[in-house]
């Protein structure tokens, strides 16, 4: 899951540099060019700017928060009804698999299909 991310971070940067660059190519120049000409494309230069550095801000707010928010602590409570036991357990909720949980100490619990499991925020 990592590596995807990661590739979809690496293309989007991409596509932002090679729009960067198409747009710092000089303008062919015309025999005239009027004063307005040369604001609307002044000003489509800064829209276009803008909308990058919005689509940056955007991107790496998303980032970010995933981050943040599969590195939160969660409890984890584990309800076995053949032995009639529950365990408890701090995990990341980045951590928390179909069948498998990781907890902050590192422990790997497996898990089967009779097992019930609820997930509570730690507090």
């Known amino acids: 899951m990592g590596l995807a991310v990661f590739t979809k971070i690496l293309i989007t940067l991409l596509v932002i540099v090679g729009a960067f660059f198409y747009l710092r190519k000089p303008a062919r120049k015309s025999d005239q060019t009027r004063t307005a000409d040369v604001g609307k494309r ?41 032995i009639d036991s529950t365990s408890v357990y701090q995990v990341r909720k980045k951590d928390i698999l179909n069948n498998q949980i990781t907890t902050v100490d590192g422990i790997n619990i497996r898990l089967s299909n009779q097992e019930r499991v609820i997930i509570a925020n730690a507090q």
């Open 42 to 82: 002044i000003m489509l230069r800064y829209i276009f700017m803008g909308l990058i550095a919005l689509s940056m801000v955007g991107s790496t707010s998303y980032w970010y928060w995933n981050w943040q928010d599969g590195n939160q602590v969660v409890r984890v409570t584990i309800v076995s009804p053949l």
